[in-house]
Each structure stands twice: as C-alpha cells, then as structure tokens.
C-alpha cells in the first residue's frame, strides 16, 4: 500500500510543525474537558511543554519492579517522558533513581537495560558514581605535575546526579522530580486498592516486550481509561465471555479523578432486553466465532473474587492489568509527538507452579503487546492519528455518561475517567 493511504498503519504522520497563523488562532473548545482538540495530539510545543509540566511535573511515574532491581548492586534503566532514568539497588538495600546523565558534561551514564555494579561510572572522563548518585570520584581531579586539574573549591557533594523522590507500592517503583508531589499512596487514593489488589505477594518477572506506537502517547493513555470501548472493540472479550456489557462490572477513580481501574467478573450474565438489542449491533460479539484450540480461554480465579479484566491507570503514564491469568505492567515512554513506546513487563508470583507459569505465558497470546485483545488498542490509536492528520480545528467527544468530573457510579458505560484525565491536564498545562 503507498505511504498515504490511510489504512496503512505505519505510513508516515505529520511533523506537527503547523503554521504562526494556523497556532495563534486555536484555542481549547469551550466545553472544557469534554473536548480534546486534535491538535493537541500533534504539536512539538506541546509535547516540550508537557515534558516539563507533566513527566518533570508533579507526579508520579512508574520506573519499573522492584523485583528487577532485587540485589545490592543491580540497576535498572527506563525513561520518564524523554528523559534517560537510572534505578538503582544501593548496598545499604535502599532504592534510588537518578538521571542518566553525568554531572560533569551530560555523558550518559549506561546504555544497559539492566546490569549489577558497585559503582555507576562514567567512560567519557572517568567520573564514578555511588549507587545512590553521589559523586565518589573525578579522575585527575588534582592535576598532574603540578598542572590542571579541578579548582580547589571543587566539592564532590556538589557535583551528584541528579536525583529524583523514589516511593513503592507492593513491589512497584516511583519517581517524581518534584518536592511538591504527595506522598505516593496518597497521591493514588482509593485506587492503591486495585494495586493492592493484584500485587498480593513477591513477584517474578517473566519477560518484557516493548511496542512502538505511531500515535500521542495522550491517545495510548486514554485507551486503559476508555471502559466504553472495551468490549465493544474487542472481539475475543465480547464473543467469548471474558468481558461483557451484561456481566457485573465496576470502575473506581480516586477522589481527585487522575487514577482508574475497572473491572469485570466473567459468568455473571444479566440478561437484558437493551442489552440483547444492542449486542446484536456489535462485530465484537460474534457466536459464529468458534476457537480450535480454547485452552487460551482457561484460566483460573486467583483471587477468589470472580473478576476476569482488571485495567489499572495512573496520570500519566502507568497500566497495571489482570487479565484473566495474565499479569502485566505497561509504561508509556514518549518518542516525540507522534511515537510512544509502551514497554510490557510480565510478571507471575515467586510461588507459582509451573502449570500457571506455562497459564501466564500462554495468555500473553491474549493480553501481551501481540495479544488477540490488546493488539486491537494500539491499532486504533494509529488510526486515530492518521485520522488527526494535521487537523487545526475539530476536537473529540466526551461525554458518555455525562458532561462532568462525577466520578461516582459503577457504569463502564462512561467516559468519565477520560474527562477527568483531560481535567488534569489542562490543570498541568495551564491551558
Ligand atoms: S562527561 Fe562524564 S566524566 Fe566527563
Ligand atoms: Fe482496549
């Protein structure tokens, strides 16, 4: 197919580079947080704005497991927005997250995913670091024969990585830039629960994928707010009973209305006459489907409660899910306006047998980057995007289940997470 045809996934997007006149004339629609214009998924400005007033900003950003990071010695490294992020395992047993970049002149400090050291060095002039970012020594620093060297008013403490507050919860790490942020549980609120919830004992990573996404990292995120799409986009919810409109069902924002998660129970079917109505309307419930092979489908309740789909997000960047057996984190690392990479770790329990283990793997065919059902997400961000375009005006619609920040109510037929999102948002950025 020719790059600009718009079913192709992966032609080129727009630079987001738009003209004086075309920028000077848009404004956010009236309607406030029930709108989101397109062009705010394109723009370059935006995206260095929203680097400094969301991902530098106050807020939390999850940097990874600590189960990736279990030895004095082992380090991690990730990205919050673009900016390169160490995470550290120190001696004394403590966390620690730094930038990865070397105080004296902005040398990275590792291009590893992961490794174990005693100390974070640095090859470009030898500057070495502690574990906790502090600097312990700058080659030459007193000169030679006499000659060079660093002024005698040098003081190592005052040349240290930057670094960054680091908080867990059930074996999750965090990080802010800020001093400002609450406390992490607290800045969670009533959805720490839903994390609680599913991390119930010492995780085991399995493996990772990373997936880049042509599309906002702002369309990626809405995605895993969106209970409204959920079982209408994806076939193997509806046709095969995992999540249904009919079953019982739930979603808990926090009090502020920046975190989400929903939630499912599969086998509880209430049948409707409105539902039976509109189900037949919908190519993601399909009896005609059979599967070969339904082993995919088999999974066990785990945690004691009936729910099948639990989706977990938090401003501005993190996705926790149980789907079914399939457990998984997802970060949001920006590439640019028009690129994201959504970095998949999946994790069991350091006590699970083999069988779930192998049950895991399996459903990551299901619930991974790849998967039957979330491969279907990152398809139709990129085809919002395309569908973007370049666009100056036009903005979209918000207002399933109202036209307001109410986060109360159990319905998934609701928008009201992504309505509080964009809240947020324009809150952050000032817009
Ligand atoms: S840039 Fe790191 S030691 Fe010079
Ligand atoms: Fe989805």
Request: aromatic share 10%.
């Amino acid at each position: 197919m020719p790059p600009s045809d718009p079913q192709t996934p992966h032609a080129p997007i727009s630079s987001g580079i738009t003209t004086p006149t075309a920028k000077s004339s848009r404004q956010w629609p009236s309607e406030g947080f029930t709108r989101a214009p397109y062009w705010v998924y394109q723009d370059e400005e935006i995206f260095l704005k929203e680097q400094e007033h969301i991902f530098r900003g106050a807020n939390w950003h999850y940097l990874g497991l600590e189960a990736e990071v279990k030895e004095p010695g082992n380090f991690k490294s990730t990205y919050i927005g673009e900016q390169s992020v160490i995470l550290t395992r120190a001696d004394d047993g403590s966390l620690n997250a730094m930038l990865n970049r070397c105080a004296h002149r902005g040398n990275m400090m590792t291009r590893e995913a992961f490794g174990s050291t005693k100390k974070l060095y640095c090859v470009y002039h030898a500057w070495s670091y502690t574990l906790k970012g502090d600097l312990s020594h700058a080659a030459f620093s007193q000169g030679l024969r006499g000659e060079g060297g660093l002024p005698k008013d040098f003081k190592h403490e005052d040349h240290g990585l930057q670094k960054l507050r680091v908080e867990t919860i059930c074996g999750l790490v965090f990080a802010t830039f800020s001093q400002e942020t609450p406390p992490l549980e607290e800045w969670l609120g009533e959805v720490a629960n839903g994390i609680r919830r599913v991390l119930k004992k010492p995780l085991k990573v399995l493996g990772y994928d990373t997936q880049r996404i042509h599309a906002n990292w702002k369309a990626y995120h809405e995605n895993p707010r969106d209970s409204y799409h959920a079982n209408i986009l994806h076939t193997f919810y509806g046709t095969f009973g995992l999540s249904r409109m009919s079953q019982e069902s739930g979603m808990i924002l926090d009090k502020n209305g920046r975190h989400v998660y929903f939630y499912t129970k599969a086998g509880t079917e209430k049948k409707s006459a409105d539902y039976e109505k509109t189900s037949t309307q919908l190519r993601s419930h399909n009896d005609g489907l059979k599967l070969e092979d339904p082993s995919i489908l088999k999974w066990s309740d785990e945690y004691g409660d009936g729910v099948s789909v639990q989706i977990l997000t938090t401003y501005p960047g993190f996705v926790l899910h149980q789907i079914a057996n399939s457990l998984a984190t997802r970060q949001i690392c920006t590439k640019g306006p028009g690129q994201t990479d959504l970095v998949w770790t999946y994790f069991g329990f350091e006590d699970d047998d083999e069988a779930l283990t192998e049950r895991r793997l399996v459903q990551t065919n299901l619930a991974g980057s790849a998967g039957m059902i979330s491969v279907e997400d990152a398809a139709v961000c990129e085809m919002m995007q395309h569908a973007f375009g370049d666009a100056q005006e036009g903005a979209s619609f918000i207002e399933m289940g109202g036209k307001d920040l109410d986060i109360s109510g159990s319905s998934k037929l609701s928008e009201r997470a992504i309505r509080n999102f964009w809240h947020h948002y324009k809150l952050d950025m000032k817009l």
